[in-house]
């Protein structure tokens, strides 16, 4: 893949994953951190991604409130129900 003198976010999206990962190569890497330097929801974009994988490397169980089980639940039961039953 080559690069222009500018990354745009569609560019920087190919390459997230990568980044985040630490395992894009060194050049592309500076695109990267200078297209997200001047452009904000791209910046989110990372931010958000980082967060997420930290909470998930902390493993910490979040106990959900006992309504919202019971409405995934139902909500888990119908979609099985609408996919499966009618075969």
């Not at 493993?59 to 639940?73: A, D, H, I, N, S």
Request: net charge negative.
């Amino acid at each position: 893949m080559e690069w222009s003198l500018f990354m745009k976010c569609e560019d920087m999206l190919a390459v997230l994953n990568e980044y985040v990962d630490s395992t894009i190569d060194p050049s592309i890497c500076a695109e990267f951190e200078q297209h997200m330097a001047g452009c904000n929801p791209c910046q989110v974009v990372v931010d958000n991604i980082r967060q997420t994988i930290t909470l998930y490397k902390n493993g910490q169980p979040y106990e959900l409130p006992v309504r919202f089980q019971e409405q995934l639940y139902e909500a888990l039961r119908e979609r099985w129900k609408e996919k499966f039953s009618a075969k």
